[in-house]
């Protein structure tokens, strides 16, 4: 049972022009994501993150945002550069200190120069 | 600081065989998991280890065990190896209460 949904396998986007990866869930328990993105060669990276209380997270290029009531997140990408060509983790988590991260299958972004 | 450290980075095996794949976290990092990676499958949560106890354990079978040391190191171990097992399998350690974790690089293992 997958609880932690990427559905596009992959995405292509002009350079400059945003980038928005979708991810869906169905632990409601969950009150913790995550982004996490992945050169070949090279383990994930930790991108951005957003709690439960919140709806939107920034970080400079990076927006996350959260729909509880849909149980959906997305992550957009203004403006989109070729070196943010990579694959795309959605992750969360419950409270409690047992937690563990569940991942997504990932997605793969393109970004055309 | 350094990174997350996983030994070997690269290996080849034969079915049946047995591998033990290692992990050094950050300094400072009590925390260690680790994940399997396949083609379209995402990142498989396999156990999670703090202060040398297996706090969490994914849904894989029992020829998948880890173990972790004193000093926050960790080990896993798969024996009688399938074809299947075949993946990037990853590391990631974080601090106590944490929920970012940090990961190797990893190992890729590949069984013939």
């Known amino acids: 049972d997958q609880q932690v949904k990427q559905n596009s396998p992959s995405l292509s986007v002009q350079e400059g022009r945003i980038s928005i990866l979708n991810c869906d869930y169905t632990?409601?328990?969950?009150?913790?994501f995550l982004w996490y993105k992945k050169y070949p060669a090279e383990g994930p990276t930790f991108l951005i993150s957003?709690?439960?209380?919140?709806d939107k997270n920034e970080d400079g290029r990076f927006t996350v945002f959260l729909n509880k009531s849909a149980k959906h997140l997305s992550l957009h990408i203004v403006p989109s550069q070729p070196g943010d060509s990579a694959v795309y983790f959605c992750?969360?988590?419950?409270?409690?200190?047992?937690?563990?991260?569940?991942f997504g299958k990932g997605i793969t972004l393109s970004v055309r120069p | 600081k350094a990174g997350v450290t996983q030994t070997p980075r690269y290996l080849i095996k034969t079915r049946g065989q047995q591998v033990t794949l290692s992990c050094s976290p950050i300094?400072?990092?009590?925390?260690v998991s680790w994940y399997q990676q396949t083609p379209g499958q995402g990142l498989q949560f396999l156990f999670e280890?703090?202060?040398?106890?297996?706090?969490n354990k994914g849904n894989f079978p029992g020829r998948f065990s880890g173990r972790q040391f004193s000093n926050s190191r960790s080990e896993m171990n798969v024996s009688t190896l399938e074809l299947g097992d075949s993946a990037l399998y990853l590391c990631?350690?974080?601090?106590?209460?944490?929920?970012?974790?940090?990961f190797g690089a990893g190992s890729r293992l590949t069984v013939l």
């Open positions: 957003i709690s439960s209380i919140k």
């Open positions: 632990n409601s328990m969950f009150d913790y």
């Open positions: 990631a350690s974080s601090l106590a209460g944490s929920n970012v974790l940090t």
């Open positions: 280890y703090f202060s040398e106890t297996q706090r």
């Open positions: 992750a969360a988590s419950a409270s409690g200190a047992n937690s563990k991260l569940t």
């Open positions: 300094s400072g990092h009590r925390s």
